[in-house]
Nanobody, 121 residues
Framework: QVQLVESGGGLVQPGGSLRLSCAAS????????MAWYRQAPGKERELVAS???????NYADSVKGRFTISRENAKNMVYLQMNSLKPEDTAVYYC???????????????WGKGTLVTVSS
């Protein structure tokens, strides 16, 4: 049973940094694109950053130059380094990955349960 587990969230002051981690486990044959989404109170979930198996990354305009996504394919891990954090970055951050569970599987999206990031003085 595939699971994605996020860690690294917490309370940080404006201008500070946090590093989020996400570990995928359980019956994984292969992982395609991995991504981080976030959902702020009262707002829709939005894509923050995504990264392909070949390390090609894309970012939301709001985080470009401040956030960096990376992955370790051998460990089924994806990370989000967040620098120069702003109060508007406050949200629950969700890990997402497209995972195949066997050679016969067409694959599907899996989600973690989220980790809360609060940026406040």
């Amino acid at each position: 049973q595939v699971q994605l587990v996020e860690s690294g969230g917490g309370l940080v002051q404006p201008g500070g940094s946090l590093r989020l981690s996400c570990a995928a486990s359980g019956g994984i044959y292969s992982i395609g694109v991995m991504a981080w989404y976030r959902q702020a109170p009262g707002k829709e979930r939005e894509l923050v950053a995504s990264i392909t198996v070949g390390d090609s990354a894309n970012y939301a305009d709001s985080v470009k130059g401040r956030f960096t996504i990376s992955r370790e394919n051998a460990k089924n891990m994806v990370y989000l380094q967040m620098n120069s954090l702003k109060p508007e970055d406050t949200a629950v951050y969700y890990c997402n990955a497209f995972i195949r569970t066997s050679v016969w599987s067409s694959g599907m999206d899996y989600w973690g349960k989220g980790t809360l990031v609060t940026v406040s003085s």
